[in-house]
């Protein structure tokens, strides 16, 4: 069986359960830029949004979940005590694993911690969907397809590792860590016995795993000068 791959037609509708107003406007553009998005509806109010899930309507629920009160959780142990078909993203600042581990009980989707990129939030969404599609799409399917789902490797965008290979990443990511400044390509090749190229393209990927930040830098003539930088949560 081919691994699915979505379409500009796999549409899905989104509820918002967030109680910081900044957060959820945020939230909101960001998914807007999502094809794979059709309707989204977003609420303070607990008891409508409650009665949102029951519609039927929603195949993803955002949720934002707080240690210091219990909405959180008890809207999750609603959803599944009453077996409605929705899938949870959890996006929340608790970063404390017993919190977590109770949270991943209730089978969610995904969890992302705030604060969170843009990229990460859309890659989650478009993986989601992706698994929402799959498990319409097929009335039976095989082991490898069963590992998909529960190891997270839909083709959503097409994406691939480029040829990544794990050690050399590692030692490219330990040269990274003794950076105390913003570098470029250059400062690595200078650490390390590989080629600009390879450490280039090995930036560019941990930049779009977020591991990396970059800026740019103008001077009077020529292109810009890439920086990269380790982002505070990977130091």
């Known amino acids: ?18 109680e910081d107003p900044m957060v959820r406007e945020v939230i909101l553009e960001y998914i807007k830029e999502v094809n794979s998005v059709s ?23 955002i949720l934002d979940i707080k240690s210091y009160n219990n909405i959180g959780i008890s809207i999750l142990r609603e959803i599944r005590d009453k077996i409605i078909d929705i899938e949870v993203l959890v996006i929340s600042s608790e970063s404390n694993i017993n919190v977590i581990k109770n949270i991943n009980r209730y089978g969610i989707a995904d969890y992302i911690l705030k604060p969170f990129s843009r990229s990460r939030l859309k890659k989650s969404i478009k ?8 498990l319409k799409t097929y009335k039976y399917i095989n082991q490898d397809d069963i590992d998909r789902i529960y190891g997270k490797k839909y083709n959503c965008d097409n994406e691939n590792t480029r040829g990544i290979n794990t050690e050399t990443y590692a030692k490219i990511f330990q040269v990274v860590k003794k950076q105390t400044s913003p570098f470029t390509t250059k400062h690595i090749t200078n650490n390390i016995s590989l080629s ?40």
């Open 196 to 235: 600009r190229i390879t450490v280039r393209r090995y930036l560019e990927y941990m930049k779009d795993k977020d591991v990396l930040v970059l800026d740019q830098q103008y001077g009077k003539v020529g292109r810009p000068i890439r920086y990269y930088r380790l982002k505070e949560s990977k130091l």
């Open 1 to 18: 069986m081919k691994i699915y791959k979505c379409k500009e037609d796999d549409k899905m509708n989104v509820i918002i359960i967030e």
């Open 39 to 61: 309707k989204v509806y977003t609420s303070n109010d607990i008891d409508i949004s409650k009665e949102k899930l029951l519609s039927g309507m929603y195949q993803l629920l």
């Open 127 to 134: 993986r989601i969907n992706c698994q929402i599609e799959v």
